[in-house]
């Protein structure tokens, strides 16, 4: 049921959000999520209880208890 969480991103976060970062999964309980920046980062830091009740009301109560951001690593070029 949690997998719901990450499968549903763009739903959960909206499009615009989901433009941003990416669901990647669902550890002990807490969805990790890449952002693009660390602007988006700090953002997200500050909608991540608004995304917490969203993903209750998607995917159920209790099911993902907090939301852990980390940045997109960009692919290694020579």
Known sequence: MVYRAVAE???IA???????????AVEDKTLVVAVDSPAWMTQLFYLKGQLLENISRHIGSGLVTDVRFV???EPFST
């Not at 909206?14 to 990647?24: C, E, K, V």
Request: aromatic share 6%; charged share 25%; proline share 0%.
């Open 14 to 24: 909206g499009t615009g959000i989901a433009r941003h970062s990416t669901a990647l």
């Open 71 to 73: 940045l997109k690593r």
């Open 9 to 11: 991103w763009e739903s």
